[in-house]
């Protein structure tokens, strides 16, 4: 049985239109934490080796933590 109305005990963001897009605010995932050179390889898909770990931390320091944001959706 089918109803208009939605479900009391849905939470207000699972009644959202599906066609509405996600802000990013809610998209990134990072906790607050401090972002390691581990992470940023990891989030651009690379293997972790010295070269692109050397390669991280020169992107953490130019970027800073905005670094791993800019990879993720």
Same mark, same amino acid.
């Given at each position: 049985?089918?109803?208009s109305?939605? $479900?009391? =005990?849905?939470?207000?963001?699972?009644?959202? !239109?599906?066609?509405?897009a %996600? @802000?990013?605010? +809610?998209?990134? /995932?990072?906790?607050?934490? $401090?972002? =390691?050179?581990?992470?940023?390889?990891?989030? !651009?898909?690379?293997?972790? %080796? @010295?070269?692109? +770990?050397?390669? /991280?931390?020169?992107?953490?320091?130019?970027?800073?933590p905005?670094?791993?944001?800019?990879?993720?959706?």
């Amino acid at each position: 049985m089918s109803t208009s109305q939605p $479900d009391a =005990s849905q939470p207000e963001a699972s009644r959202r !239109s599906a066609d509405r897009a %996600t @802000p990013d605010s +809610l998209l990134h /995932a990072r906790t607050g934490t $401090d972002v =390691s050179p581990e992470d940023i390889v990891l989030a !651009s898909g690379k293997d972790l %080796t @010295p070269h692109n +770990l050397e390669w /991280a931390k020169r992107k953490l320091e130019e970027e800073g933590p905005a670094a791993l944001d800019k990879m993720l959706p």
